[in-house]
Every structure is written in structure tokens, then in C-alpha cells.
């Protein structure tokens, strides 16, 4: 069964930063590509930012572009998002999602964590 | 970027009920269409993928159906557990967008 547990989320300071991890367990990592999806409050889902499988090619929307990192430790089965320079659009809650096949154009989410929350506040 | 408009916002239905719910896209995504369930304090599950087909696991009240731009999630007969958020999404572009979500509650 695949399972995914985010971590990290948590109150910071606007022009803060943060890292969220993703630890990924019941199929093989190296295998699918990454995502990650955020939910603001009262707000639709938004797809962040993608990472294929190998780790080669990553993906970012534009809102976050030059802010958040995306990253993969295959040794670990982690997924990682590194945030800088966060602002208050950025208060949301941050899913961890597994594509469907291993390229970064794999856009099919086929398994989602069940979020930690990011607060920008001051 | 492709704009996906979910209707309606809020449904009000009771148990045994035929609940449809449709999505529309601002240009046509062929059938690259994925239906999601959500409920409160989890992260969403996949129903429907490539518009019309039903991922294993999924009750057989849950169907998919439209290409193009007009899509319709139905699910046959409303049972308890279906309470939830519905969201659709296009995997067409470079970037996935989805819809607003349907709050299915009870009525």
C-alpha cells in the first residue's frame, strides 16, 4: 500500500522559510515522478511543483518560481520542498502526491498525503 | 494556463439519490480528465482517470463520462460514505489545473 506522510508544515514569519518533507513508503521511489499540490483556505487545489523520477527534471508554477526548491533523496524515499521568501499567498496546505509513471511530464496523481499546513503570518 | 469550472459549488442530496456533477474546460483537454474524492482532514483519492475509466477499488455507482471540453462525474445511488468534496483535473498541459470542487452534503 502506498503511503505518504508529509512533514514540516507549521506558523512562519512572512519573508521566512521552511522545508517540507515527504516520506514515501510502499512502492518504488526511484520509479514515479513527485508532486506537490497546495490548498489554500476556502481555495481549489494548485499543483506547486514536480520532480520526475530520476531526479533529472523539475517542474515549478510560476508564482513560485526562484522561491521553492523541490528535491528527492532516493536513499532516504524522501521528498523534499525547500521554501524561501514566503508570503502570506503562500498560507496553504501542502499535499505530497505520487504521479503515475516516472517522467516529469507524468501528470496523473494517482496517491496523495494528507497534508501538513503552512501558515504565513505574522 | 487551462481553466477548469466545476458545477455546481454545493450539492444538497440524500442517501439513494443520482448525483451528477460536471466540469468544463476553458479549451479542450481530449480526455486527459481525472476525478478525485475528498474528505474533511484528508488528502484526495482517485476515482476517475482519462475521463471514463474507473479505478480499481472504485464502486461501480461512480462513473465518468464527456471529452473535449464537458465532462460529468454520476454516481448512481448517494450512499453515506460518498459525502465529500469532488474535484476534477486536466492533465493535458504542462501545467495540471483543477477544478473549484463540488461539496457533496447531506440534505
Known amino acids: 500500500e502506498v503511503q505518504l506522510v508529509e512533514s514540516g508544515g507549521g506558523l512562519v514569519q512572512p519573508g521566512g522559510s521552511l522545508r517540507l518533507s515527504c516520506s514515501a513508503s510502499?512502492?518504488?521511489?526511484?520509479?514515479?515522478?513527485m508532486i506537490w499540490v497546495r490548498q489554500a483556505p476556502g481555495k481549489g487545489l494548485e499543483w506547486v511543483s514536480a520532480?520526475?523520477?530520476?531526479?533529472?527534471?523539475?517542474y515549478y508554477t510560476d508564482s513560485v518560481k526562484g522561491r521553492l526548491t523541490i528535491s528527492r533523496d532516493s536513499s532516504k524515499n524522501t521528498l523534499y520542498l525547500q521554501m524561501n521568501s514566503l508570503g502570506a499567498d503562500d498560507t496553504a496546505v501542502y499535499y505530497c502526491?505520487?504521479?503515475?509513471?516516472?517522467?516529469?511530464?507524468?501528470?496523473?496523481?494517482?496517491?496523495w498525503g494528507q497534508g501538513t499546513l503552512v501558515t504565513v503570518s505574522s | 494556463d487551462i481553466q477548469m469550472t466545476q458545477s455546481p459549488s454545493t450539492l444538497s442530496a440524500s442517501v439513494g439519490d443520482r448525483v451528477i456533477i460536471t466540469c468544463r474546460a476553458s479549451?479542450?483537454?481530449?480526455?486527459?480528465l481525472a476525478w478525485y474524492q475528498q474528505k474533511p482532514g484528508k488528502g484526495p483519492k482517485l476515482l476517475i482517470q482519462?475521463?471514463?475509466s474507473l479505478q480499481s477499488g472504485v464502486p461501480s455507482r461512480f462513473s465518468g463520462s464527456g471529452s473535449g471540453t464537458e465532462f460529468t462525474l454520476t454516481i448512481s445511488s448517494l450512499q453515506p460514505e460518498d459525502f465529500a468534496t469532488y474535484h476534477c483535473?486536466?492533465?493535458?498541459?504542462?501545467?495540471?489545473?483543477f477544478g473549484g470542487g463540488t461539496k457533496v452534503e447531506m440534505k
Open positions: 483535473q486536466q492533465y493535458r498541459s504542462s501545467l495540471p489545473t
Open positions: 502526491a505520487k504521479s503515475d509513471c516516472g517522467d516529469i511530464g507524468c501528470k496523473l496523481v494517482d496517491s
Open positions: 510502499g512502492f518504488t521511489f526511484n520509479n514515479y515522478a
Open positions: 479549451q479542450s483537454i481530449n480526455s486527459w
Open positions: 520532480i520526475s523520477g530520476s531526479g533529472d527534471g523539475a
Open positions: 482519462k475521463a471514463t
